[in-house]
T-cell receptor, first 110, second 115 residues
Framework: SQQGEEDPQALSIQEGENATMNCSYK?????LQWYRQNSGRGLVHLIL?????REKHSGRLRVTLDTSKKSSSLLITASRAADTASYFC??????????FGPGTRLSVLP | DTAVSQTPKYLVTQMGNDKSIKCEQN?????MYWYKQDSKKFLKIMFS???????INETVPNRFSPKSPDKAHLNLHINSLELGDSAVYFC??????????????FGPGTRLTVL
């Protein structure tokens, strides 16, 4: 089965609210990354968290990683309409290819 | 300047044809990838390639073959196209091999439609 699974599949919030997306995976990882995909575009890297890190921040983004639960979360604070996109987590391990989850479709309503 | 570029952006073709998609990166990366994104937005890796090794996803039919004339290019050739090949294909590159897990830079995608 798929290594990374995002939850929820779709999320609608109002502008200004926070959005939280979760990612679960099954095997050991070297790092976990979050990507954003705007409609009709390629993926854009957001943030990378290594297996020995628990939390990382980048602007309005906060990522946590719990290796004991094999899960990660992406929090977007004070969301904007421009945050509307699909968000993917990807896991990486030595000797193996990246594995992407199915993504969470986020809609931020004005 | 575009970091990872792909051509064409759209490709419409008949079943049974052979087609190629080109990818170029100007980031100086040593590893390039091809992904397939289906209609449900599920992204699957097809190949990763650097100067030393080609890693093939075993689920990829041998009708698909990557060709790398040099480190900056990884083209995707598809023979005998089938309806199920319709998808968006993304090229990507990174500095390290896939095992190192560095950030990947994606191209804009090629939407392939097989009629």
């Amino acid at each position: 089965s798929q290594q990374g699974e995002e939850d929820p599949q779709a999320l609608s919030i109002q502008e200004g609210e926070n959005a939280t997306m979760n990612c679960s995976y099954k095997t050991s990882i070297n790092n976990l990354q979050w990507y954003r995909q705007n409609s009709g575009r390629g993926l854009v890297h957001l943030i990378l968290i290594r297996s020995n890190e628990r939390e990382k921040h980048s602007g309005r983004l906060r990522v946590t990683l719990d290796t004991s639960k094999k899960s990660s979360s992406l929090l977007i604070t004070a969301s904007r309409a421009a945050d509307t996109a699909s968000y993917f987590c990807a896991t990486a391990n030595y000797g193996q290819n990246f594995v992407f989850g199915p993504g969470t479709r986020l809609s931020v309503l004005p | 300047d575009t970091a990872v570029s792909q051509t064409p952006k759209y490709l419409v073709t008949q079943m049974g044809n052979d087609k190629s998609i080109k990818c170029e990166q100007n980031l100086g990366h040593d590893t390039m990838y091809w992904y397939k994104q289906d209609s449900k937005k599920f992204l699957k890796i097809m190949f990763s390639y650097n100067n030393k090794e080609l890693i093939i996803n075993e689920t990829v039919p041998n009708r698909f073959s990557p060709k790398s004339p040099d480190k900056a290019h990884l083209n995707l050739h598809i023979n005998s196209l089938e309806l199920g090949d319709s998808a968006v294909y993304f090229c990507a590159s990174s500095q390290a091999s896939s095992g190192g897990g560095n950030e990947q830079f994606f191209g804009p995608g090629t939407r392939l439609t097989v009629l």
